[in-house]
């Protein structure tokens, strides 16, 4: 068997990110290794962990996900990263 993909999770909203760690963690080529709830937390995790793949909100309270990711490859060239957003809808 390889070595399973290590993944860092960044997204501000905690139910979201409990959700993504629980669906990765049924797949046994992947090991999540971290998590963070913003930019900040998750560059300094990056630097540390140096992940295989970060999966990315694009919004985020104290950088927006652009900045993070620009930030992000600059330390880590060959960590991939996954954007991705998700509107509510307001009534």
């Known amino acids: 068997m390889s070595n399973p993909v290590r993944v860092l999770v960044v997204d501000d909203h905690p139910l979201v990110v409990k959700g993504i760690i629980a669906t990765?963690?049924?797949?046994?080529?992947v090991e999540v290794?971290?998590?963070a709830?913003?930019?900040t937390a998750a560059?300094?995790?990056c630097r540390k962990l140096m992940p295989d793949i970060v999966l990315l909100d694009l919004h985020l309270p104290?950088?927006?996900?652009?900045?993070?990711?620009?930030r992000m490859k600059e330390d880590a060239t060959s960590t991939r990263m996954v954007m991705f957003t998700w509107r509510s809808?307001?009534?």
């Open 62 to 70: 104290d950088m927006d996900g652009i900045t993070l990711l620009k």
């Open 43 to 45: 560059l300094d995790m």
């Open 89 to 91: 809808a307001h009534f």
């Open 24 to 29: 990765l963690s049924e797949a046994e080529q």
């Open 33 to 35: 290794i971290g998590f």
């Open 37 to 39: 709830y913003n930019g």
